[in-house]
């Protein structure tokens, strides 16, 4: 039997030349076999009304019946409709494919990290996202105009190779207090809220619950119960996290302009106001309030259970533990 790492049935917006702008994909399925893989072997590219009417049959046949009803309603389109298959988890080659993995994470059909997003940059133009729907940055000037002579005016919210997620899928169970600082390819798990100063970047997200009033960067995943306090930072991929994959274990507390560029465990605190990077000094202290040894915080990355602060006087981080010190030392010095 086939089988498909996604699939996609979306509706395109194009310049005056024809060139894709942007896709929509209201039923994307990832993970498909059985059955309907087979039946979805080999449907790629532009359908017109008639090959979505067979396969909209074709559909029902094997009890798909909320696909077969899109296939039907897609015929009556405007615009183009593409078929965009994703046979292996392989890094996008055309933009369709681009927007159907974007839109497969912030559906929560995948998590961030499930599908290959190698390239993606190259594949994104970058355009005015308008109250009428994408357009080419060549052609605004002329749509502005357009739209005065008419008595009305052209909104452009953003110019960015990203649109917001909430004009391509909202998921059940969230609050977005301001939807333009949530970026198509972000995961928001039920029980998120997203406050007015929050942003949640693609291939990122939070298990959920939560409450996100900080930053979250592309590549950077928040456990459940953990909450971002405001104007905090994480360190994504794309902001000088590298090749390591920062994350926020279950029930944390990053605190108010606090910032983190290490993986954390669970039930850990960061202090207001303090950034802790890899490469951050810290003294490790026992339940004396006793400094048991000094180390690069990547020492702690994943570890639970514990407090980053500063001391009142020096300034110095200081990390405190519920482990006892004998305990401690036998966690520092594991992998050594």
């Known amino acids: ?67 077969a009803e899109l ?36 559906h929560r059909l995948m998590k961030p990290h499930q599908t290959n997003l190698g390239g993606l940059f190259g594949l994104l133009p970058n355009v005015a996202w308008t109250d009428q729907g994408p357009v080419d940055l060549r052609e605004l000037p002329q749509r502005q105009l357009d739209a005065r002579l008419k008595g009305a005016v052209l909104e452009v919210s953003s110019v960015d190779k990203f649109p917001k997620m909430t004009n391509y899928v909202v998921p059940a169970g969230v609050r977005i207090a301001h939807t333009a600082r949530v970026r198509l390819g972000a995961y928001l798990g039920e029980g998120t809220t997203v406050m007015h100063e929050g942003f949640i970047n693609f291939n990122a997200g939070t298990e959920g619950p939560g409450m996100i009033e900080g930053r979250i960067s592309a590549g950077v995943w928040v456990g459940e119960g953990s909450d971002l306090g405001g104007g905090c930072s994480t360190m994504g991929t794309l902001s000088g996290g590298g090749d390591i994959v920062i994350s926020v274990g279950k029930e944390c507390l990053i605190g ?37 040894e000094t180390v690069s915080a990547r020492t702690l990355s994943g570890r639970s259970d514990l407090l980053f602060r500063r001391h009142s006087s020096t300034g110095a981080v200081q990390c405190l533990t519920n482990k006892s010190a004998i305990e401690l030392n036998e966690m520092l010095h594991a992998n050594s």
């Open 1 to 67: 039997m086939s089988s498909l790492h996604g699939f996609g049935l979306g509706i395109v917006s194009e310049n005056a030349q024809g060139a894709v702008l942007d896709t929509f994909y209201p039923l994307p399925v990832a993970q498909v076999s059985g059955e309907l893989a087979n039946v979805l072997a080999g449907v790629s590219g532009r359908l017109d009304a008639a090959q979505l009417g067979e396969l909209s049959k074709a559909l029902e046949s094997v009890g798909d019946s909320a696909g």
């Open 256 to 292: 108010a302009n606090a910032g983190l560029g290490i993986p954390l465990g669970d039930r850990c605190t960061i202090e207001a106001g303090l950034f802790v990077t890899a490469g951050t000094k810290v003294n490790v202290l026992d339940e004396r309030g006793d400094t048991i």
């Open 71 to 106: 296939s039907t309603q897609l015929g009556s389109a405007d615009c183009g409709v593409v078929a965009t298959p994703l046979v292996e988890n392989t890094p996008p080659d055309s933009l369709e494919e681009a927007y159907l993995k974007l839109q497969l994470i912030s």
